[in-house]
């Protein structure tokens, strides 16, 4: 299957840092994306991981473990802003990337 | 440099009726993407365009078709409308198949089709 699986729901505070985790099909592996999508809006590109280990981005850093079929997404010194859906994704079969297999996503709720 | 627009942004129809939605993807990229977000089954792949030539489809009846044009714009079309198909579709460009490198997709704002 390509089932890609992270959390439905999280909330944190302003200032804390937060962890999303996502776990996928490893079969055909093709990088793994991270995209923010605020409410009513297209989704954003956040980071990108091929190889494992941690990438670093300002305050967001994406981590990934192929033999685990294992990421996350860190966000550091949370803002009120973060508050949008993170979606999860991994590239497709046949070598491409546009077309991206999605999680449902998980809806961070950052609170004061 | 402007960004993938898409055409129309809102747009009702009944179920039987047929649609066709327009993407306009970024100056300079190649490839274009499909997806259907609804809230049950998320984002979606749909179909993948390159140089006018359909890369990749997704898991969909064949109700739903595209096409992408030489220059590089795209529509697709769903006929036969379900209620089912009411969803945000989106439209992704990008520079195109890079072996070895991360390709970043561009999303378009989306289309937001209801079916009554």
């Known amino acids: 299957g390509q089932n890609i699986d992270q959390p439905t729901e999280m909330t944190a505070t302003e200032g804390a840092i937060v962890q999303i985790n996502c776990t996928y099909q490893?079969?055909?592996?093709?990088?793994l994306f991270w995209y923010q999508q605020h409410a009513g809006e297209a989704p954003t590109f956040l980071s990108y991981?091929?190889?494992?280990g941690l990438e670093e981005k300002g305050r967001f850093s994406s981590f990934l473990s192929r033999s685990k079929g294992y990421s996350y997404l860190l966000l550091k010194e949370l803002q009120m802003k973060d508050s949008a859906s993170y979606l999860c994704?991994?590239?497709?079969?046949?070598?491409?990337?546009?077309?991206?297999?999605f999680g449902k996503g998980t809806k961070l709720s950052v609170k004061p | 440099k402007a960004g993938v627009t898409q055409t129309p942004r809102y747009l009702i129809k009944t179920r039987g009726q047929q649609v066709t939605l327009s993407c306009s993807p970024i100056?300079?990229?190649?490839?274009v993407s499909w997806y259907q977000q609804t809230p049950g089954q998320g984002l979606q792949f749909l179909f993948e365009?390159?140089?006018?030539?359909?890369?990749n489809k997704g898991n969909f009846p064949g109700r739903f078709s595209g096409r992408q044009f030489s220059n590089s714009r795209s529509e697709m079309n769903v006929s036969t409308l379900e209620l089912g198909d009411s969803a945000l579709y989106l439209c992704?460009?990008?520079?195109?198949?890079?072996?070895?490198?991360?390709?970043?997709?561009?999303f378009g704002p989306g289309t937001r089709l209801t079916v009554l």
């Open positions: 991981n091929v190889l494992d």
């Open positions: 100056s300079g990229h190649r490839s």
């Open positions: 994704a991994r590239g497709g079969y046949g070598g491409s990337q546009g077309n991206l297999i």
């Open positions: 365009y390159f140089s006018e030539t359909q890369r």
């Open positions: 992704a460009s990008s520079l195109g198949f890079i072996t070895g490198f991360y390709n970043e997709q561009f």
């Open positions: 490893t079969s055909g592996f093709n990088g």
